[in-house]
């Protein structure tokens, strides 16, 4: 069965910082896409960024960017420039699913201090 | 336009009771899933329809659970004599086509389940 691990439960930082959330995975798939999900408190899901397993370079969005070691089935998150708005749960997750369902790691509490 | 929603936000049931949950997805979304969310974990997948086809329930945890989306939009997960530990966050998702990781999947706002 395909894993999602995230090591810290909860992280802070403060604004304007950069932050690294750490995700590993396990997997027999060959290609595959992983994702970082953010989830503020109680509002809903959504998409920060996405990795297909076949591209070799990292993927960025404007502050996030990602760490991808295909090898060490490793795919950490990074946020620079740290705002107050980015405090929320940050889930990682994988497509695994049998049927394209999303794995999801338990998730790191993010808190952005002022 | 208008986003996943999932209606109620909030549920307070008794044990033994029945509650239906309802999940309006994106407009012309053909896949649904539903996954369950524990207090303080990460969603576990429950069931995934492609339009009005149940293709995988394996993640349904019992016979208790049942999920039908009829008409292949608006779907509903019932969960019949309610136990304590039935108590979770109940998330629907929704994407454009056939599941894949190409594809985004939306998420709703949740239903927080409780019951006493």
């Known amino acids: 069965a395909q894993t999602v691990t995230q090591s810290q439960p909860e992280m802070s930082v403060q604004e304007a910082e950069t932050v690294t959330l750490s995700c590993t995975y396990d997997?027999?798939?060959?290609?595959?896409?992983l994702f970082w999900y953010k989830q503020p408190p109680s509002r809903q899901m959504i998409l920060v960024i996405r990795?297909?397993?076949?591209?070799?370079q990292n993927a960025t969005e404007n502050r996030f960017s990602v760490n991808f070691q295909k090898a060490a089935k490793s795919f950490s998150l990074k946020i620079s420039d740290s705002q107050l708005g980015d405090t929320a749960m940050y889930f990682c997750?994988?497509?695994?699913?049998?049927?394209?369902?999303?794995?999801f790691g338990k998730g790191t509490k993010l808190s952005v201090k002022p | 336009g208008a986003g996943v929603s999932q209606s109620p936000r909030y549920k307070v049931a008794k044990r033994g009771q029945d509650v239906a949950l309802r999940c309006d997805p994106i407009?012309?979304?053909?896949?649904l899933f539903w996954y369950q969310q524990a207090l303080g974990q990460g969603p576990e997948f429950l069931t995934y329809?492609?339009?009005?086809?149940?293709?995988?329930k394996s993640g349904l945890p019992s016979d208790r659970f049942f999920a039908e989306r009829p008409e292949g939009s608006v779907s509903t997960l019932k969960i019949q004599r309610t136990q304590q530990e039935d108590s979770a966050v109940y998330l629907c998702?929704?994407?454009?086509?056939?599941?894949?990781?190409?594809?985004?999947?939306?998420f709703g706002p949740g239903t927080r389940l409780t019951v006493l």
């Open positions: 407009s012309g979304h053909v896949s």
């Open positions: 990795q297909e397993a076949y591209k070799q």
């Open positions: 998702a929704s994407s454009l086509l056939v599941a894949s990781g190409k594809l985004e999947q939306f």
């Open positions: 997997t027999s798939e060959s290609n595959y896409y």
């Open positions: 329809f492609q339009n009005e086809a149940q293709l995988d």
């Open positions: 997750a994988s497509d695994g699913g049998s049927q394209g369902n999303l794995i």
